[in-house]
C-alpha cells in the first residue's frame, strides 16, 4: 500500500474528462482527483456517468478529451491489464468470476507464481493464503467459487483485487446484493483499506452507505460534476438535493388499506422443498402489498420462485385466483395471472442485446398471434403504452436494453409485467441498482397496481423499502416464517431480531 508519510496524498487525478457513447455524452469535463488513504464516494442518477468514471480510471473505456496523471505523471490506459499493472483495480457489482474455479485459482488468475513454464501451484496457493491472512478474509481455497453465497463469492473479488497490490480500488455497488449485516462488514473493510493507505472510488446508491464510509463525495448529474465536498459538511438530505436537481419529497408514496374482507388472490399452505424453506403459509388480497424480509439466504427467493412455478415443491399446495397452481409451471402461472420482476436484471430477467420491444412482448407473444401470425403492429401498440406507463427512458423501442441506464432496465421488467395484466405481482428486489429518483419512481408503480386491485408480494432486503410500502411484513429465517408484522409493530428492530433470531 501507499506510504501515508508522503507530503502528497493525491494518487491520481483527472482533468477536462470527457467520453461519450453515440449521441449520448456520459462525461463532460470532469475534473476530480482521488487520495491515498481516503475514501471517495461517486453518486448520482443512473446514467449519471459514475460507473463510466470508474471505468476511466481502471482502462476500461479511453476517454475522448481531457487527461489523466497518476503520480504527477500522464498516463494512457489502453486497457485493464495496464490499469492492474499500475495497481488500479476494480470490484464491480456483477462479478467476474470462474464459477467452475476454486477459490485459490479465482484470486491467483493472471498472477500465478511460475517455475519455468509451469505454474508451481504451492507457491501460488501460500500467496493466496498470505493474503487472506494479511486482511483477516478467510476462505476455503479449494471450494468452487459457484458454491459460494454472493457474499463470499464478493470476498474472492475483493481479495483477487487486494492479491495485486492495489493502489486505488474502485467499488462500484459493492453492497447491492449484500444483507444489511454482510454490507456493514464490508463497510469495515473499506474503512480498513483506505487506512492501509489505498485510494478508494467508492460508487453506491445507498446514500446512507455513502455518509457512514466516505471521507469525501463527488455528485454527478447528466455526465457532469455538480460538486465535490468533505463527507462532513454533507446530509441525506442534501444529497438527494445534489442527485436529482430537485428538492426532497416524501420517499414513499401513500398506501391505501386493502380491502381485508376479500377473498385471498394467492393462498400458500404448508409449501416445503428440501434444503430451501419448509411449511411457508401465506395469503395476498388484492390491493395488498405484503413485504417478505429477512436475510440473504433466508428462503425469500426460493418461495417466490416456488410460487411462481419456477422450481417444484416437495409437499403443501398453491391456490391462486380459484385454481390449483400447486404442481404448475411458469407458463401456467403466466396463463392464470402472475407475473415476477426477478433478482437479478441481468441474469434472469433480460436479453440485454435485444431490442426493448423484445424484451417486453417475448413472454406474451401468444396475444399478439392470429392465424396469419404475429400481428407486429399490436405488439409494437401495446409495448410503446406500456413503456409509457411505466415511464420507461429510451430513444426507440427497437434499441438493445443494454443501452439504457439501470433504472430503465428494471422498469422494463415492470412493464413486461404489466402485458399480461397480473393479478398478482412478485417484485424480487425491485429497486436493486437503481437509484434515489428512479426508486422513487418504480415505488410509484408498485403502490399504483395495487392501488388498482392488484396482489404484490415485495421482496426487499432494504428495510426501510419494507417498512414504506408494504401492509404486512412475514420475516423469514433459516428457511421457515419467524413473524408476521403489520403496520402497528412494523419497525426495524422487530425485523431485524425476527431475521436474525428465527422470532
Known sequence: MADLTSQNKTLLTLSGVSKHFGGTQALVGVDISFERG????????????????????????????GEMMLDGEAIHLRNPAQGNDRGLVGISQELSLLQNRSVADNISLGREITRG??????????????????????????????????????????L????????????????????????????????????????????SHFLDEVLKVSDTISILRNGKLIRTSDRKTETRDSLIVGVTGQEVQNQFPPLSPPDLQAPPVLSVRGISRAGEFEDI???????????????????????????YGASPLDKGQ???????????????????????????????G????????????????????GVLGLNKKREYEEVDLRCKETRVKHEGLRHPVDMLSGGNQQKILFARAAVGQPKLLIADEPT???????????????????????????????????????????????????????????????????AFSGG
Open 318 to 348: 398453491i391456490s391462486f385466483a380459484g385454481a390449483d397452481l400447486s404442481k404448475a409451471s411458469v407458463s401456467d402461472c403466466l396463463k392464470n395471472g402472475m407475473a415476477l420482476v426477478p433478482e437479478s436484471r441481468r441474469d434472469q
Open 117 to 158: 513454464p509451469f505454474v508451481d501451484a504451492k507457491k501460488t496457493r501460500e500467496n493466496v493464503l498470505a493474503t487472506m491472512e494479511r486482511f483477516n478474509m478467510h476462505l476455503d481455497p479449494d471450494v468452487h467459487v459457484g458454491a459460494l453465497p454472493v457474499a463470499e463469492q464478493q470476498k474472492v473479488e475483493i
Open 160 to 203: 483477487r483485487a487486494l492479491s495485486r497490490d492495489a493502489r486505488l480500488i474502485v467499488f462500484d455497488e459493492p453492497t447491492a446484493r449484500l444483507a444489511s449485516h454482510q454490507a456493514e462488514q464490508l463497510l469495515e473493510l473499506v474503512r480498513s483499506l483506505a487506512n492501509s493507505g489505498a485510494a478508494i472510488v467508492y460508487v
Open 281 to 307: 403459509s401465506l395469503d395476498i388480497r388484492p390491493g395488498e402489498i405484503l413485504g417478505l424480509a429477512g436475510l440473504v439466504g433466508s428462503g425469500r427467493s426460493e418461495v417466490a420462485h416456488a410460487i
Open 38 to 65: 481516503k475514501v471517495h464516494s461517486l453518486i448520482g442518477e443512473n446514467g449519471a456517468g459514475k460507473s463510466t468514471l470508474g471505468k476511466v480510471l481502471l482502462g476500461v473505456h479511453q476517454p475522448d478529451a
Open 350 to 369: 433480460l436479453m440485454l442485446s435485444r431490442s426493448l420491444l423484445e424484451n417486453v412482448s417475448l413472454p406474451h407473444l401468444r396475444q399478439f398471434s
Open 432 to 498: 436493486r441498482g437503481v437509484d434515489v429518483g428512479a426508486k422513487r419512481s418504480i415505488y410509484d408503480l408498485i403502490v399504483n397496481l395495487a392501488n388498482q386491485g392488484e396482489a404484490i408480494l415485495l421482496i426487499s432486503s432494504e428495510i426501510e423499502e419494507i417498512m414504506g410500502l408494504c401492509h404486512r411484513v412475514i420475516v423469514m429465517s433459516r428457511g421457515r416464517i419467524s413473524k408476521e408484522l403489520v403496520q402497528d409493530n412494523l419497525t426495524e428492530q422487530a425485523v431485524m431480531n425476527a
